[in-house]
């Protein structure tokens, strides 16, 4: 055959069978079951083949040998593009690699001074972090350190700080408290928490402002995905005995990663096989989980690492699934099949859960930033959040779409600074109010 189609036929060959080898990997986790992920996983690829064995064994051989060329480049500029973005430093912002050392030290002192005077000022340790830390046999709360003074460095290298509530959560302690005022309990993930803003200025702070005849409890931690988020629902609803569930979706992680790693614990697995985990009474517990966490946290550093932050460690799987490239792209919101369902379990247990205490369930969806790279990203991201609110819609849960709001701004990704930024969060507090307003009507 290649004395027939010469070396660059063979070549062009070759970088067919490449893209069937995308097609079937492709369908081996279920890519192409959107017509965004039909196109890009399917359609494409098989263009691109058809065109390449034309070209080997119809062109003559001038044709040949130029789509080999061009063939062969256009793969080298792709995956050395991958390779220098995957080993390329972060860019940081100028003011926070400029972040005075004098500074840093004070909220040092601050530290240790409430520390000696037999205070907390601990890391706050979200459940994420803390089930990787603790074995398999010792549970894990969904809150952080009670009644602990925690310390957050923001974007442009300023300070903020509060002290979490009874739970380890960033709440007013008053919120647990019997009132006469209806109860939301809302679970999510570092957008929920306020991640990235003042403490008090995070979309759940600023929904409860403006909704003052409401007590917000909110559970949101970093890291916290699907499982994570049943489980601390399951955990408090009981505590909390609210009159609305609202389960905060993000949806750039979610399903794409968050899931996938809680499904590798057996502890959060149990949620959707038991829809609790035996054994752990976790509200009553509280004084014993402080202990743990306090001796997995006692010294480490206040804040984050400052300075430049490094490139990712070498991944072959990245480079040769070309993660980096699709991710500055906007082209990673898509999930494997597995993904959806353990979602879809997820989600009919927090109806079971909210229908038990006769309490509404409200779905708050949250975009991601990068689907506002442009308008394929924002094409794929469209996709994937149909397939997301159909199992959403099919619980009859009722959905406040964020990502509508969002788009009706004239640059959408002015709302984000990693996190949501202050406008972003006033958005999508102003859309979390009017749905709890909506309630009382």
């Not at 690492?305 to 070309?322: N, V």
Request: aromatic share 10%; with cysteine.
């Amino acid at each position: 055959m290649i004395r027939k189609i010469g070396i660059s036929g063979f070549i062009l060959v070759v970088l067919g069978m490449l893209c069937i080898l995308q097609i079937i990997w492709s369908y081996r986790v279920d890519l192409p079951r959107t017509d965004a992920g039909f196109v890009l996983h399917f359609a494409i690829p098989t263009g691109v083949t058809i065109i390449f064995a034309a070209a080997a064994f119809l062109f003559p051989k001038e044709w040949r040998d130029g789509f080999a060329i061009g063939g062969i480049s256009a793969c080298a500029a792709i995956l050395l593009g991958e390779a220098y973005l995957q080993v390329s430093p972060v860019a940081v912002n100028p003011d926070e690699e400029k972040q005075p050392t004098s500074e840093t030290a004070a909220f040092e002192t601050q530290r240790e001074a409430i520390l000696q005077a037999g205070g907390r000022a601990y890391p706050h340790l979200c459940p994420n972090a803390a089930r990787l830390l603790l074995s398999a046999d010792k549970p894990f709360a969904f809150g952080g350190i009670a009644n602990n003074r925690i310390f957050n460095r923001l974007p442009g290298g300023d300070y903020s700080e509060t002290t979490t509530d009874r739970f380890g959560f960033n709440n007013p302690n008053s919120v647990w408290d019997q009132s006469d005022k209806p109860k939301a309990l809302i679970v999510g993930d570092s957008f929920t928490f306020g991640a990235d803003l003042p403490f008090g200025e995070g979309f759940v702070d600023r929904a409860r402002m403006l909704s003052t005849d409401w007590d917000v409890v909110n559970l949101g931690c970093g890291g916290n995905g699907p499982l994570a988020e049943l489980g601390g629902m399951q955990t408090f609803v009981g505590q909390v005995k609210p009159d609305v569930i609202i389960w905060a979706y993000f949806e750039g992680n979610d399903l794409t990663k968050d899931i996938l790693g809680e499904l590798n614990d057996p502890r959060l697995r149990r949620y959707l096989e038991n829809g609790a985990l035996v054994g752990q009474d976790l509200v009553s517990r509280q004084s014993e989980i402080d202990g743990r966490y306090i001796s997995l946290v006692s010294r480490p550093p206040i804040m984050k690492s400052e300075g430049p932050i490094l490139s990712q460690p070498w991944s072959w799987r990245r480079f040769l699934t070309l993660t980096t490239l699709r991710t500055r792209l906007g082209l990673t919101l898509h999930t494997e099949r597995v993904a959806l369902h353990a979602f879809s379990e997820a989600i009919a247990k927090a109806k079971q859960i909210a229908d038990s205490r006769k309490s509404r369930l409200i779905f708050l969806y949250l975009p991601a930033e990068q689907r506002y790279l442009n308008s394929l990203a924002g094409w794929m991201a469209d996709a994937y959040k149909i397939e997301v609110l159909e199992i959403v819609e099919r619980n009859g849960i009722e959905v406040v779409d964020v990502s509508e709001h969002f788009a009706a701004e004239k640059e959408p990704r002015d709302l984000y600074t990693g996190h949501f930024n202050a406008q972003g969060a006033e958005i999508a507090g102003r859309a979390l109010s009017e749905a709890l307003r909506g309630l009382q009507n």
